[in-house]
């Protein structure tokens, strides 16, 4: 493997990485989420989501074991951000009709970031010949925009209902 290459590997598995720290720190926002949240089926669809990211974290930890490499997190500043602005909109919104709303469009920004990420993962194992970490990621990748997707449709139709419907049950 020359210089060229070896960098490439080690920028592959920093975005492994990244990645694998927002999976983790996705699993427990989206239990927080799912308890704030006043639309049974936006409940329902971070419940659902959770599972998912469950599966994307196991898919991570078997492409760290196909480079050989120890699954590790490393900070993603971006997903860190976001998760604070999701905790302050969850404490100063609790009892406001929008606040659905409001976690939608949070959870649609970390949406983006991870699809972001797994696009340059698949674009280095695609340089790297490594089919089986492109495949793993192409899977969550699809599932990221399966959720954003979800949370569209879901937005749409709470958009379309009356305020007052979605007022928290005291």
Request: contains cysteine; proline residues 5%; hydrophobic residues 45%.
């Amino acid at each position: 493997m020359n210089a060229f290459e070896n960098g490439m590997r080690k920028l592959l598995v920093a975005q492994l990485s990244e990645m694998y720290f927002c999976e983790n720190q996705m699993l427990h926002a989206l239990d927080t989420m799912a308890r704030r949240v006043h639309d049974p089926g936006l409940k329902q669809l971070f419940i659902s989501h959770r599972r998912d990211t469950m599966q994307h974290a196991h898919r991570l930890e078997a492409a760290f074991a196909e480079l050989k490499e120890v699954p590790k997190a490393f900070p993603c500043r971006g997903v860190d951000g976001l998760l604070d602005d999701g905790k302050w909109l969850m404490h100063t919104m609790k009892d406001d009709p929008s606040l659905d709303l409001a976690l939608i469009a949070a959870a649609q920004k970390v949406e983006a970031i991870e699809a972001a990420g797994y696009r340059a993962i698949i674009r280095l194992c695609e340089q790297l010949d490594q089919p089986k970490v492109a495949q793993l990621c192409t899977s969550n990748l699809e599932e990221e925009l399966e959720a954003d997707a979800e949370l569209q449709a879901r937005a749409a139709q709470l958009n379309q209902e009356p305020a007052t419907a979605r007022r928290p049950v005291p």
